[in-house]
């Protein structure tokens, strides 16, 4: 059988480029595609619901699995091998587009010598990339400290994130009530329109700062 994954990073990114590229793909060299599996997730690692599925429920030994480019696979070098040796300890077969030498058929090559260097070349190959776009996220998330740093030097840290529901100065005034007893604290919440998580950090923030 002939499955594909696609993973886009967040909800917001189009998964259609990636879905086309395997579908043309599998067209092209008249390979009968069964189903592609899709996440929409981050790669930094592999608790993603679609993926499970098919790696523990689907895919069988013999089967091939089409990706439109390795990092759709994940960003994290060392579990990335992880995940190819896995799939290689069952007789899984995974084939990268942008990986030319994954997509090769070994079976006509000559002798064992000739297969086993195409398959170091395929190896080496994806290590080098798997270490690309492990260090693409390291860099990503260098700038993002930066700028944070950058932010809290400039004195606009209050930028960072999303923006307050509510003043500190509004909640407190709001809080002053609880304390005095005037109304409880999940009646205040309602009145307030604000959710469980966010009206409790505003009271520990609250009560932290008196």
Sequence with gaps: MIYGYHRASTKEQNTDRGIYGI?????????????IFVDKACGNNFNRARYIVMKEDVLRNGDILILHELDRLGRNKTEILNELRYFKDHGVRVMFLDVPTSTMDVSGLPDHLS?????????????????IAETEIERKKKRCDEGREAMKARGEWHRYGR???????????QYARVEKKEIGSLA?????????????????????SR
């Design 188 to 208: 205040l919440m309602r009145e307030l329109g604000l959710n469980r998580d966010t009206f409790f950090r505003y009271v520990r923030e609250y009560k932290s």
């Design 115 to 131: 297969r086993l260097m195409l398959d170091t070349v395929n190896n080496i190959l994806i290590e080098f990339l798997t270490m």
């Design 23 to 35: 579908e043309e793909y599998c067209e092209k060299q008249g390979l009968s595609l069964e189903k």
């Design 163 to 173: 923006p307050r529901k509510m003043l500190k100065n509004k909640f407190a005034e």
